[in-house]
């Protein structure tokens, strides 16, 4: 799925400015019958910084930085890339626009570059976009619906979008931006919160290095476990999340092997080669530092 955080904060009504995060997951086996185990770690970092122009109108302006690492045990030949170094770095900006009778819209144009930082200048552009509309349909249910698509390495990839903010009860709620994330909340107090939550995760990433300089990785990972967030002081926020990532793959091709487009779950016109070998899924535990303010409704 998508880079997408944390744009649904918008509608409930909390926005969250910092981020800071660190993953670890657990060593795991090769799908093949190489020796040894890889292991996976990354970092995230989110600074969102909305300008409101009056009150139904807002410049919503964000950079996300993501980190992926990989270490193999096995030996890799020279043609492979090993270990595994993906930054990305994502712009978000565009209109948040209040309507009439609870209704809104979100036009955000998204450029991003996804490098291994061995080079490639500019190659390692992408552009891409999304649109959401969104009406209030209860007093305790907001809902959206729209799309993003992205100019990846590997072709055109477009995802259906819907945004949720449902407030079942003072207690439970359900927030997210399917498919890409979601999480169910049970609130004990003011300042704990638990529950069960999804991230899932399609990007690719341009190779420099001189053995593979005409190749890219695609990683694909659905993130589902358990968190629990707590109101350290103020408006600061820890969370932490346990739980397995699942369908994780680095897969890397040559630059021109492409396919026609690619949604969540199916492809359309995909005869990809992959040059590496995959490792199993495995657990992961995650940590979060969060500055998180209230908007106004």
């Known amino acids: 799925m998508a880079i997408l955080i944390p744009l649904s904060g918008i509608s409930q009504n909390t926005l969250d400015i910092l981020t800071l995060s660190g993953k670890y997951t657990t060593p795991q086996n090769y799908d093949s019958t190489y020796n040894g185990k890889a292991q996976e770690k990354g970092s995230f970092i989110g600074l969102t910084l909305p300008i409101p122009i009056n009150d139904k109108t807002i410049i919503y302006n964000s950079l996300n930085y993501f980190y992926f690492h990989v ?13 595994i170094n993906l930054h ?54 907001t809902m959206g619906f729209g799309a993003m698509l992205n100019n990846d390495f590997f072709g055109p990839y477009l995802v259906p979008l819907i945004n949720l903010n449902w407030n079942i009860s003072e207690k439970f709620s359900i927030t997210g931006m399917l498919p890409v994330y979601a999480k169910i909340n049970y609130k004990v107090s003011d300042k704990f919160t638990f529950g069960i939550s999804h991230f899932g995760l399609t990007t690719s990433f341009g190779l420099n290095g001189e053995n593979y300089s005409t190749d890219y990785i695609e990683r694909q990972s659905i993130d589902l ?73």
């Open 88 to 141: 990305g770095f994502i712009i978000r900006t565009g209109l948040v626009q209040k309507l009439n009778n609870g209704q809104s819209i979100q036009l955000l144009f998204s450029p991003r570059i996804m490098t291994d930082m061995q080079g490639g200048g500019t190659d390692n552009l992408q552009l891409g976009g999304l649109a959401v509309y969104e009406k209030k349909l209860k007093e305790n249910l």
């Open 225 to 297: 476990g358990l968190f629990a967030a707590y109101n350290v002081a103020n408006n600061i926020y820890i969370e932490a999340r346990i739980g397995k990532s699942m369908s994780r793959v680095y897969k890397q091709y040559a630059a021109d092997d492409k396919l026609d487009l690619a949604m969540p779950l199916v492809t359309f016109g995909d005869n990809r080669t992959v040059k590496n070998v995959q490792f199993e899924d495995g657990m992961y535990c995650e940590l979060r530092l969060i500055y998180r303010i209230k908007i106004p409704e």
């Open 71 to 83: 270490d193999n045990e096995a030996d890799m030949p020279d043609n492979i890339v090993d270990p």
